[in-house]
């Protein structure tokens, strides 16, 4: 079935680098894409989100490239800093009520 | 501005025992609700939505149920919990296009 995907279950990075977090997904047809942040013990928080007629979205410090060619997706972080360690998820609507979840990649950050 | 509310925080109940999760909204009106599960390390999955008072749709057959009673109440339960009822279940509410859903804090539920 369709599904969404994250190229690497964990990233570690030193404080200050930029960071990279990937997702593929599937099913073309998806017509939204959002990225959430799960910090431990808590609840998925939105990040930013992306319509599938951009390519590209800038929030603060975070920068979300949409690629339809190779369905890709991916959410880069400016200047990372310690509290950017959790897990982030993206996440595909399907023209419905519905997200699909990708598995996570878990963020470490050291400093 | 809006809010999701989610209680308890943390449960741990025997296997056979009943469940009752709650979750409420604030500061919107006929929000879409969701309630997830998410196994230690995994991604979520979607378990029950609602898109009005009294209209559930159920993603996966399991030994759980959900209810809306209210516009903005949605509530998870169970007659009889098993050892695999254990996670952490999310709540999320959405408004529609673009559906940005929005989580609450969680909870976490061990049954023994």
């Known amino acids: 079935g369709e599904s969404v995907g994250l190229h690497l279950p964990t990233l570690s990075v030193q404080e200050g680098d930029n960071s990279i977090i990937n997702c593929a997904y599937s099913?073309?047809?998806?017509?939204?894409f959002i990225w959430y942040k799960q910090e431990s013990g808590k609840g998925p928080q939105f990040i930013i989100d992306?319509?599938?007629?951009?390519d590209k979205r800038q929030g603060q410090r975070v920068t979300v490239l949409l690629n339809k060619t190779v369905k890709h997706l991916s959410l880069q972080i400016a200047a990372t800093q310690p509290g950017d360690s959790a897990v982030y998820f993206c996440?595909?609507?399907?023209?419905?009520?519905?997200?699909?979840f990708g598995k996570g990649t878990t963020l470490s950050v050291s400093s | 501005s809006q809010t999701i509310h989610q209680w308890p925080a943390t449960l741990v109940q025997p296997v056979g025992s009943p469940l009752s999760l709650e979750c409420t909204v604030e500061?919107?009106?006929?929000?879409?609700l969701y309630w997830y599960r998410q196994a230690a390390g995994r991604g979520l999955q979607l378990l029950f939505y609602?898109?009005?008072?009294?209209?559930i749709s159920s993603e996966v057959p399991q030994n759980l149920s959900a209810s809306r009673p209210q516009d903005r109440q949605f509530i998870l339960s169970s007659k009889k919990l098993l050892l695999s009822d254990s996670g952490f279940y999310l709540c999320?509410?959405?408004?529609?296009?673009?559906?940005?859903?929005?989580f609450g804090a969680g909870t976490r539920l061990s049954v023994l």
């Open positions: 999320a509410w959405s408004e529609g296009a673009p559906n940005i859903q929005y």
């Open positions: 500061g919107t009106s006929n929000p879409n």
């Open positions: 992306i319509r599938s007629n951009m």
């Open positions: 099913n073309s047809a998806s017509d939204y």
């Open positions: 996440a595909e609507n399907q023209a419905g009520t519905a997200l699909i």
């Open positions: 609602s898109v009005g008072i009294g209209q």
